[in-house]
């Protein structure tokens, strides 16, 4: 399993192995070029420190696991048990001896990696998320935005990556969702500022599809879906998300 999971490991992450301790020279520590911490740990070790035959040598590979439920969960598979010379509370030691599917252990190693990364890594690593913004006529004219093209500037919402989708609320008098989006960069510089704005960044978003104005009411998203305020982005329902579509 080692060159597999070695190559995985470099393929997908560019991490390359770190021989770190001499008492150990077979141990490989895999971590994050940006923060410096490990994600995994490769080993061969005598049978006894993971509960088997003292006369084995066993390969295996510490993981980190945020989910404590998740964690409990795994322990109780064969070839997985509580990490053997890191924290048992946050880490679990792969037995690489085929008891655990070759699969599984990547998706494992992929777990570790987020549950490692930085909050700016994690942030853009993360699947396409879908969010309501909210738009005030008052101050543009977001009624007739895509009258003659289907992308336009916007101003960028926190937490919002490439990707993304965004439905956009409009305010007072319209008071309705009125445009699902695709978000299609972000991160473009722009600075505004006055009484009742502020703008530091940029996205562009491509119009994909039209609501009618008395659809998705206020009323309705409160009354149907359980929101009750749109100040900023926000995240959607399931129901919603199922319903927008």
């Known amino acids: 399993m080692k060159d597999a999971l070695f190559s995985y490991i470099k393929t997908k992450y560019e991490a390359l192995p770190e021989y770190l301790w001499k008492k150990y020279p077979g141990y490989a520590v895999f971590r994050h070029a940006d923060n410096n911490r490990w994600f995994a740990l490769h080993a061969v070790v005598s049978g006894d420190k993971v509960g088997l035959d003292e006369s084995k040598l066993i390969e295996i590979i510490n993981v980190k696991v945020d989910d404590m439920f998740f964690r409990d969960m795994l322990i109780k598979q064969d070839g997985i048990i509580p990490a053997y010379h890191m924290n048992k509370q946050n880490w679990v030691t792969v037995l690489l001896d085929g008891s655990v599917k070759k699969e599984q252990v990547y998706d494992l190693i992929d777990a570790s990696f987020m549950a490692t990364a930085s909050a700016k890594k994690k942030q853009k690593l993360r699947p396409p998320k879908e969010w309501i913004i909210p738009s005030n006529p008052k101050y543009y004219d977001i009624i007739h935005a895509f009258d003659n093209e289907d992308e336009i500037n916007w101003k960028q919402g926190n937490g919002i990556k490439t990707g993304d989708t965004v439905y956009m609320y409009v305010g007072s ?36 599809k039209q609501y009618k104005p008395d659809r998705f009411t206020f009323d309705v998203l409160k009354k149907e879906y359980g929101i009750f305020a749109i100040r900023g982005p926000r995240g959607i329902t399931n129901s919603l998300s199922a319903a927008l579509k």
């Open 173 to 208: 008098p319209v008071s309705a969702i009125l445009y699902k989006c695709k978000v299609t960069e972000t991160d473009i510089p722009y600075s505004y500022q006055d009484g009742n704005l502020t703008i530091k960044a940029l996205m562009k978003i491509r119009l994909l």
